[in-house]
């Protein structure tokens, strides 16, 4: 449709159905020579005379009518479509999509779901599992969930869950055999367990910090997995070191399958933020979902 053309025919319309131009404008809020330029500039365009005027009263012509039948049930139509996406602004309702890995995903979103959903049955939710970095604004997500460190800062990011901590752990067999490293700098003599990172396809630097002062340790040794649970696996069987997020080994810890080493180089982190572009407008589904998800500090 040409520039303007919408705002013609509704210009149409009101003269057809008023029988007026000034009853039309006042109806429009315009004035009435205006409202006479825009309907002669819809005949003209057509090439058609659509209303028939005398000093005393105005009138479709066989066009005009043939034009009415056409648009009052699109326009109908329209304003049911448009009185419809007014309702999302108050109304939680729509799809949300958001981009996660797997951990934040199992831990922080779904709870959140699990509680939120079943009140609100017009809401949709679509998670993607994807380790990756993903550019949400090019693949189409509302939002982002990832580790605060990464999210990029022209993003508006919330917090939603606690702050994480790495644990470096071996097996009870594992370390019979090689004594437990007593800094980061011990680990090049070990064998340890390497995950493929998938989004730039290199090794993961295992990173360590003490008393402010970071170090990153490049390892070695027989294994490179890009998996956690088969890395878990793999430690478990003694076949070297893994280094992961802290609750994914407390339970191993606590049974005894696992023992933890340089826990004291491993101190908290920023933990999972939800990220989407400060130019969003947020739907009542989506700023509904960021306040379910928002951590709260306990007291």
Not at 159 to 180: K, N, W
Request: glycine content about 6%; overall charge neutral; proline content about 6%.
């Amino acid at each position: 449709m040409r520039q303007n053309g919408l705002g013609d025919l509704t210009a149409f319309l009101a003269v057809a159905e008023e029988r007026s131009f000034t009853r039309a404008a006042a109806r429009l809020g315009t004035s009435q020579s205006a409202l006479s330029h825009t309907v002669r500039r819809l005949e003209e365009r057509l090439g058609l005379r659509l209303l028939t005027r005398t000093t005393r009263s105005v009138a479709p012509t066989e066009a005009g009518d043939r034009l009415l039948e056409t648009l009052r049930p699109a326009l109908d139509e329209i304003d049911a479509k448009l009185t419809a996406l007014g309702e999302l602004r108050e109304k939680p309702a729509g799809t949300v999509r958001i981009t996660t890995s797997r951990h934040a995903a199992e831990t922080i979103l779904w709870p959140a779901l699990a509680r939120l959903l079943p009140d609100y049955p017009d809401i949709r939710v679509e998670l993607s599992i994807d380790p990756a970095l993903t550019d949400i604004v090019a693949e189409r997500f509302d939002a982002g969930v990832r580790l605060g460190e990464q999210v990029a800062k022209d993003m508006i990011a919330v917090r939603i869950g606690p702050e994480l901590r790495m644990a470096l752990v071996g097996a009870p067999a594992y370390f019979t055999r090689r004594p437990a490293p007593e800094t980061p700098h011990d680990l090049t003599r070990h064998a340890c367990i390497n995950l493929r990172m998938s989004t730039l396809g290199g090794l993961y630097a295992w990173e360590f910090e003490k008393d402010g002062r970071p170090l990153n340790v490049r390892v070695d040794g027989q294994l490179v997995l890009n998996d956690m649970s088969l890395i878990l696996k793999a430690a478990v069987e003694g076949l070297g070191l893994a280094y992961t997020l802290e609750d994914q080994v407390l339970g191993l810890v606590e049974e005894g399958k696992l023992l933890r080493v340089l826990s004291d180089w491993c101190p908290p982190f920023p933990g999972y933020h939800l990220y989407y572009p400060s130019r969003r407008q947020q739907s009542p589904a989506f700023a509904l979902l960021v306040e379910a998800l928002r951590h709260r500090v306990s007291r």
